[in-house]
Nanobody, 127 residues
Framework: QGQLVESGGGLVQAGGSLRLSCSAP????????IGWFRQAPGNEREFVAAVSWSGGSTVYGDSVKGRFTILRDNRKNTVYLQMNNPEPEDTAVYFC????????????????????WGQGTQVTVSS
């Protein structure tokens, strides 16, 4: 596995929308579950969402259920996080990562299960 790369962050108004992208330059990650996490200053890294290697299974953190959608396009080697109706509390650095174990998915994830972390992309939601 190599390092993943996030993009698409920026400033968005509450109630708007933003789409983050996660790609894997130089290697394909279609055998790995991909997760999004976020970290605000002074807080621990928080699970946001994950999508299984096939795209057939998704899991969301309670704070984003019904507002965010994770999906993947393995032809483009990219995973997206569609953020609808963001709130100021969603302000954080967003990271994507690949589950260390291939061909595996579950209904509960923690950061320690993931590797190949990207550098993160800042999302700021204004009220």
């Amino acid at each position: 596995q190599g390092q993943l790369v996030e993009s698409g962050g920026g400033l968005v108004q509450a109630g708007g929308s933003l789409r983050l992208s996660c790609s894997a330059p130089g290697y394909t990650f279609d055998t790995y579950t991909i997760g999004w996490f976020r970290q605000a200053p002074g807080n621990e890294r928080e699970f946001v969402a994950a999508v299984s290697w096939s795209g057939g299974s998704t899991v969301y953190g309670d704070s984003v259920k019904g507002r965010f959608t994770i999906l993947r396009d393995n032809r483009k080697n990219t995973v997206y996080l569609q953020m609808n109706n963001p709130e100021p509390e969603d302000t954080a650095v967003y990271f994507c990562a690949a589950l260390k174990r291939p061909y595996y998915s579950t209904n509960s994830y923690i950061a320690a299960d993931f590797g190949s972390w990207g550098q993160g992309t800042q999302v700021t939601v204004s009220s």
